[in-house]
């Protein structure tokens, strides 16, 4: 048996041997598909306190599954895919039934959790609006290097790419429709995205509550820098986040 190539392919692997069985194609700039900013970027994350306040009081981070975010296309692929493959995939689409495809990676979204940050150097007050419900809100601040030192390694992370609708995402990697979104409605959230994509011994019951979202442990002495209330909060919602902040880490900055 042949070694697989040395140059960026598709190959079919058998999976009971985990040997190379053959080459399906040229892959066109793989390393555009998954992409990080420096460790320096600057990310904020903002939301409903009553939504984020677990970050505090038992030092976890919440990921929403794919397929139960608000946006129904979360994880979808456009409807260019249908027409024609994507640039990257071109060659291996010759080979393979590119609608089965498409629907296997699209069931990828019932296992797959997202935690979603802004980048930005300053404070958008665009994303109050965007992310946030009520005045009881803050906006944490970290930099990308100190939310990775703070996750576990199981954790991923990768920019979101910004497209249209006549831009056909590329079709054979189970992430990668999770890493794309519409460029019309979305492209001002700039979105850093950390997945995490369950063991393949759990399944995903996508009919269960519980299993929606899941808490994952952080650091978050490392992780939170900074933590902004919203610009309308009250006195006394100011004063909780003061006090559940510095519980969880006397080094957390308050401001606002």
């Known amino acids: 048996m042949k070694n697989p190539p040395e140059r ?4 079919v692997i058998d999976r009971r041997t985990g040997s ?22 600057v990310l ?6 009553v939504r984020c306040s677990n970050i505090f009081t038992n030092r976890t981070l919440y990921f929403r599954r794919a397929d139960k975010f608000k946006d129904t296309l979360e994880g979808r692929f456009t409807p260019a895919n249908a027409k024609r493959p994507s640039d ?10 590119t609608a089965s495809i498409l629907s296997i990676q699209e069931s990828h979204r019932n296992h797959v959790y997202l935690n979603c940050w802004h980048k930005n150097p300053e404070e958008n007050p665009r994303m109050w609006k ?16 100190s939310l990775f030192a703070a996750m576990p390694t199981e954790i991923k992370g990768a920019n979101v790419n910004y497209c249209g609708e ?15 979104k519409n460029r019309t409605d979305f ?31 952080v650091d978050t002495g490392r992780l939170v820098h900074l933590v902004r209330v919203h610009p309308l909060a009250t006195e006394a919602f100011k004063e909780q986040v003061r ?14």
């Open 8 to 11: 960026p392919v598709l190959v």
């Open 20 to 41: 190379f069985v053959k080459s399906l194609g040229d892959v066109k700039n793989p390393k555009n598909l998954f992409t990080r900013p420096p460790n320096n970027t």
């Open 44 to 49: 904020w994350r903002y939301s409903d306190y």
């Open 88 to 97: 990257m995939f071109a060659e291996a689409a010759k080979q393979l039934p």
């Open 130 to 145: 965007e992310y946030t419900t009520c005045t009881e809100a803050i906006a944490i601040r970290t930099d990308l290097e």
């Open 166 to 180: 006549d831009y056909p995402i590329p079709e054979f990697h189970s992430l990668s429709a999770l890493v794309h």
């Open 187 to 217: 492209e001002h959230e700039n979105e850093f995205r950390l997945i995490y994509q369950l063991p393949t011994s759990e399944i995903a019951r996508s009919d269960d509550k519980a299993d929606e979202g899941r808490l994952i442990p």
């Open 243 to 256: 006090r559940d902040a510095q519980a969880a880490s006397s080094r957390t900055i308050i401001e606002g």
